[in-house]
């Protein structure tokens, strides 16, 4: 019963998202979620003022997805606005207007590498809002997008899910260097097949037959140094590898290297200035600059930006105990006098910092007009406006199923899973990461999640510990294209509404295929 209670309620959501006339999330979502907290209470006797906590817990942490939201749909409306998107559509068609070519460098190569400088379904958001203007189709756009964004993950913000997600389970160096050296040969290979299937959701197969060449190259660029790079360092892989793609593959398509010749360049095209392009870019530059100079610990600033240091602290007297640090992250702690805690973190999270910030400086640099800069901000407020109900809906629903500690919903499901697997476990451990993103939109909170429940069952059935976490951060990886919180991001971004069921319906193949591959990889290779 336990099992299924469960269980039932993430099916119950699915088929509400899923159904010919399907529920919009933002309903759906605080639907199940209030299911959810009856469920602990009748069924699991959760503690009433514990599930309380866990909910404004879950309101709390809201903040993090909302804003980053919020920053990057601001930013694409300045982008907008200044004109900056109308120039950089010209000057990618006087590098080729060959909608594979321009398919691959904004949404591969330029996307791998903002997922290695930043993580939290950034890439994404940037990337997509450049096709949309390009004239491809929203909604494909958001699949595409979802699908693409899943190789880098693994070593997304600078290596936060490999080297932080497996942090609580002690392991060596050594153990978590071998982790991502697994890591990164599954997701070269995964790298083979992924991107193919992704442009065939955006453009037609034989399209994307003419142009293997050039799909060939941009995949190449980057994960042979990517897999290179994941066999001596976790940090780099994503965001070196990604820079190096996006290089060689504008590179590559101005000399129309494995391109197909139906797309030829309008030799009456007028070029565009240098100078025009480089202001045009400058925006991206910045937010690229400032995701590498606060992710990279070496440099000092992330160590400002996430300080723990407390500023001061204050008290509402049976609601929480609230510290600000001087990164000012603000920490709940001992929510309605349970031990129940949340934080936002201000200046690392990618909101202010680089989003608003750079439009803030944009709206200087492009003497944007006040009544224009109040328009994109009023707009932004509205489209946020839906999504932030969805994502409520989700973190509460994730929140409240990983009450309970080992009885915990979450916990259940992956033991009962792997109770009924038993030596055949490496088949299945890509697919519970994959849940673990599903419920939660993040590699990180998927590896801390279940990395303890792979790494007892690697234990208990004598299968290599650090194999099967190297697929249980596949599966969370992988979990991206189905994620509930990354669907609903880009599906904001991109302003189309009511289509989260239709999208989770086409990236779930790739998901499942994506699985197969890691899971093969690893018994050739591995086992």
Request: hydrophobic residues 55%; glycine residues 8%; aromatic residues 10%.
């Amino acid at each position: 019963m336990a099992l299924f209670l469960s269980i039932f309620p993430i099916v119950l959501l699915i088929w509400l998202m899923v159904k010919k006339n399907s529920m919009p999330s933002y309903i759906a979502l605080p639907l199940v979620a209030a299911l959810i907290y009856v469920i602990k209470i009748a069924y699991f006797g959760d503690k009433f003022m514990l599930l309380n906590a866990t909910v404004a817990s879950g309101l709390v942490s809201t903040l993090t997805p909302i804003t980053v939201i919020f920053g990057a749909i601001m930013f694409n409306r300045m982008m907008e606005t200044t004109g900056c998107i109308d120039v950089i559509r010209k000057w990618l068609a006087t590098i080729s207007p060959n909608p594979v070519a321009q398919l691959m460098i904004i949404g591969w190569s330029f996307a791998f590498m903002i997922e290695g400088a930043s993580g939290f379904g950034t890439p994404a958001a940037i990337a997509a809002p450049i096709l949309m203007s390009l004239g491809f189709n929203p909604l494909k756009v958001a699949i595409f997008t979802l699908v693409m964004n899943s190789v880098p993950v693994s070593f997304g913000a600078v290596g936060t899910p490999t080297w932080f997600g497996f942090a609580p389970l002690n392991l060596s160096p050594e153990d978590i260097l071998s982790i991502g050296r697994q890591t990164g040969i599954m997701h070269f290979a995964a790298g083979l097949i992924v991107p193919v299937i992704g442009l065939c959701f955006i453009v037609p197969w034989e399209e994307v037959k003419k142009n293997l060449g050039f799909v060939a190259i941009a995949v190449f660029s980057c994960t042979i140094p990517y897999v290179l790079l994941a066999q001596v360092n976790e940090e780099f892989p994503s965001l070196v590898a990604g820079a190096i793609g996006l290089g060689v593959s504008v590179f590559a398509a101005n000399k129309g290297w494995g391109l197909s010749k139906d797309h030829q360049k309008d030799k009456n095209l007028e070029k565009v200035p240098l100078g025009q392009v480089l202001k045009a870019l400058a925006p991206l530059g910045m937010l690229i600059g400032m995701l590498v100079v606060t992710r990279i610990k070496q440099l000092g600033l992330k160590a400002i930006l996430t300080s723990t240091t407390p500023w001061f602290s204050f008290s509402l007297p049976g609601l929480s105990d609230i510290t600000v640090t001087q990164s000012l992250t603000i920490v709940f702690a001992n929510i309605f006098g349970e031990a129940v805690s949340e934080k936002y973190q201000t200046l690392y999270v990618p909101a202010w910092i680089p989003f608003v910030f750079t439009v803030w400086i944009c709206i200087v640099l492009y003497k944007t007009k006040f009544k224009d800069a109040w328009a994109f901000y009023v707009a932004t407020i509205h489209q946020t406006n839906k999504p932030l109900l969805a994502l409520m809906g989700a973190l509460i629903m994730v929140k409240l199923m990983m009450v309970g500690g080992d009885a915990s919903m979450v916990k259940i499901i992956g033991k009962e899973f792997a109770a009924m697997a038993g030596d055949n476990w490496i088949y299945f451990s890509p697919y519970l990461g994959a849940i673990g993103a599903f419920f939660s939109g993040s590699n990180t909170v998927s590896n801390l999640t279940f990395g303890a429940i792979q790494q007892q069952i690697a234990t208990d059935t004598g299968l290599s510990v650090t194999l099967i976490l190297a697929l249980q951060s596949v599966g969370g990886a992988m979990g991206n294209m189905i994620c509930i919180n990354n669907i609903i991001a880009v599906c904001t971004v991109l302003n189309v509404e009511n289509s989260e069921g239709a999208i989770i319906k086409k990236t779930i193949i790739p998901m499942t295929i994506y699985g197969v591959i890691a899971v093969t990889i690893a018994l050739i290779f591995f086992a």
